[in-house]
């Protein structure tokens, strides 16, 4: 059954990226950030070993991951930090899973030097393992910053005496293309360590350009937390749908929906009281016609 529902303005968890140079202050500048997040950060370290130099910005842990950069180990290593109840996770650098020793362009190169597929069918293999990666960033239950590997792009322009010069056009994440279209914010930090934002849902940044601290993730955890949890969402839309229902399978239909999507939250028990008056008075009237 096709829905219409009113827009909710929900709490989320957030998802950004950021995009620097070597020496840009990546890892720095999404620990500071996380620090404004939460209180417990996990930071999974390819950069071997940068996370620990600075462990005097606060307290954080550390999941080591080493060549072959494979997308289960990323994997094994975001479940280990949502199942002891970590606030924020940090992938530092999400470049080793796309172009890393072991990663996908890795995989795909070797796959078609096979013989067994060609360049092109060689993704068929390849698209799968990034994508879950992908979906394991959506759906974490954690807030989370991956930082990614930047190559700066230049052009030749004119510099009005009939010379070309060379000028800097933006940067470019070593990232499969698309990547930053995933995150709610996208920031991109020059060699100079200034942050602007290329994309900004949250509409914070837009047309600034700053230095990341950690007030920067107070900002954001303010807007992430401007909103009605996803449970209470569940249980109006359900309201809703309960009270437009014309018969008792229409009744039936959006309950068992959204039952199962409170399960476990105290939402649930009161879903379960409507449906039990609405239903009553749907058998009464169906009884009254009989």
Not at 29 to 50: C, N, P, R, V, Y
Not at 187 to 202: L, M, P, V
């Amino acid at each position: 059954m096709v829905e219409i529902r009113k827009t909710v303005r929900k709490k989320a968890k957030l998802r950004l990226g950021i995009a620097a140079p070597s020496g840009a202050g990546k890892t720095y500048s999404s620990l500071l950030l996380a620090f404004g997040l939460g209180q417990k950060i996990g930071l999974i370290d390819t950069e071997h070993g940068s996370g620990d130099l600075y462990a005097d910005l606060g307290d954080y842990d550390i999941i080591q991951i080493e060549a072959p950069y494979t997308i289960d180990k990323y994997l094994q290593a975001i479940r280990a930090f949502e199942q002891a109840n970590y606030d924020v996770i940090i992938i530092d650098s999400l470049s080793h899973a796309w172009a890393g020793d072991g990663g996908l362009l890795d995989k795909q190169g070797k796959i078609a030097e096979s013989g067994k597929n060609n360049s092109y069918s060689a993704w068929r293999f390849v698209t799968p393992e990034h994508n879950s990666l992908v979906n394991a960033m959506l759906a974490s239950p954690c807030h989370i910053i991956a930082t990614m590997r930047s190559k700066q792009d230049y052009i030749l322009q004119s510099d009005g005496n009939g010379k070309q010069a060379p000028k800097k056009v933006g940067l470019a994440p070593v990232q499969r293309d698309g990547m930053e279209y995933e995150f709610t914010v996208m920031f991109d930090i020059d060699i100079n360590h200034n942050a602007t934002a290329t994309k900004d849902r949250t509409r914070l940044f837009d047309g600034n350009i700053f230095k990341i601290t950690s007030q920067t993730g107070e900002q954001l955890l303010e807007w992430l937390n401007d909103g009605i949890t996803r449970e209470l969402a569940e249980l109006n839309a359900f309201k809703e749908n309960a009270n437009n229902a014309q018969n008792l399978n229409e009744l039936k239909k959006v309950f068992a929906s959204s039952y199962k999507n409170l399960a476990g939250f105290p939402e649930q028990e009161e879903a379960k009281s409507i449906y039990d008056k609405l239903k009553e008075k749907f058998t009464e009237n169906e009884n009254e016609t009989v």
